[in-house]
């Protein structure tokens, strides 16, 4: 029987025990406040700011909306962020992800204060990962790490394969399987023999970003399974990276589109705001 693995389920419980920690941080006096900067109005980009806005309201933390028109100079941008570095009401700042072309993504994230980055994505905060440090962790690899401790998978040991190096899933992701003693083998467009390596995971990790890529071909019988994409099929409904009618018989656990991964990135992202206030 492939067990099904409850995105939603295991975020709710992560978002319930954040909540019970936030209540007693607010009795201590201790009130945690997240920035979010959206430019322009990419439309998945309004969702996702609207998600994370939620979530902050059923955890209890407080969200400062700063919504920007699209013509906003880097110049401008940075010099709001480095406003919030100084706030001292201020403990997580996040700009959604992707900015328009005319702004370097790479010296906005650079520009924010690492204590209060809490997407995990400054050079200080993946060189702590690097090393095993206390810094943040991206959210969408740390929620994977969640889903497969709170499924009682076992990563200890096991043969775990990852397809895909980006900086913000491929290539954290590795460091955290490898940080529970897992055996790592990270894979991407450009690998050979694509199939013989994935087939041999116990644990798959798949962010290709490409929609149904993997099919029954790349997966071994009892694997587990994790799909980090998600995209409109033919039909605009939403899939995976991973073929899931072909691969899901074949696995003894496997995440669904949507339900799986998608709800733990917003639970990590309310854990590391929480986390935030013992880095400060």
Do not use: W
């Not at 529970?180 to 116990?202: M, P, Y």
């Not at 998608?262 to 986390?275: E, F, Q, S």
């Amino acid at each position: 029987m492939t067990q099904i693995i409850d995105g939603k389920k295991i975020s709710k419980e992560i978002k319930d025990e954040l909540k019970e920690k936030v209540a007693a941080l607010k009795a201590e006096g201790k009130e945690i406040s997240l920035a979010v900067i959206q430019v322009g109005e990419d439309p998945a980009s309004t969702v996702y700011v609207g998600n994370k806005k939620k979530a902050c309201e059923y955890i209890g933390i407080k969200s400062l909306a700063y919504e920007l028109p699209e013509s906003t100079t880097e110049e401008e941008l940075l010099n709001l962020v480095k406003e919030l570095n100084e706030r001292k009401d201020v403990n997580g700042i996040l700009v959604q992800l992707p900015l328009p072309k005319h702004i370097d993504e790479s010296k906005v994230i650079e520009t924010i204060d690492r204590t209060k980055d809490v997407d995990g994505f400054h050079p200080a905060n993946v060189g702590e990962l690097v090393i095993g440090g206390p810094g943040f962790v991206s959210c969408t690899p740390a929620g994977i790490i969640e889903l497969l401790k709170r499924s009682n998978i076992e990563i200890e040991g096991k043969n775990c394969v990852v397809i895909g190096r980006s900086n913000i899933v491929g290539k954290p992701m590795s460091l955290l399987l490898l940080r529970e003693n897992g055996t790592v083998t990270i894979t991407h467009s450009r690998t050979k023999n694509l199939k013989e390596i994935t087939k041999q995971a116990d644990i798959l990790v798949v962010a290709i970003g490409k929609p149904r890529f993997v099919t029954d071909e790349y997966v071994k019988e009892g694997a587990v399974v994790i799909d980090v994409g998600i995209h409109r099929n033919e039909d605009n409904k939403l899939c995976g990276d991973v073929d899931y009618d072909k691969v899901a018989p074949l696995t003894s656990a496997i995440t669904p589109v949507p339900g799986g991964v998608g709800p733990m990135t917003i639970a990590m992202l309310m854990n590391n705001c929480v986390r935030s206030i013992e880095l400060q």
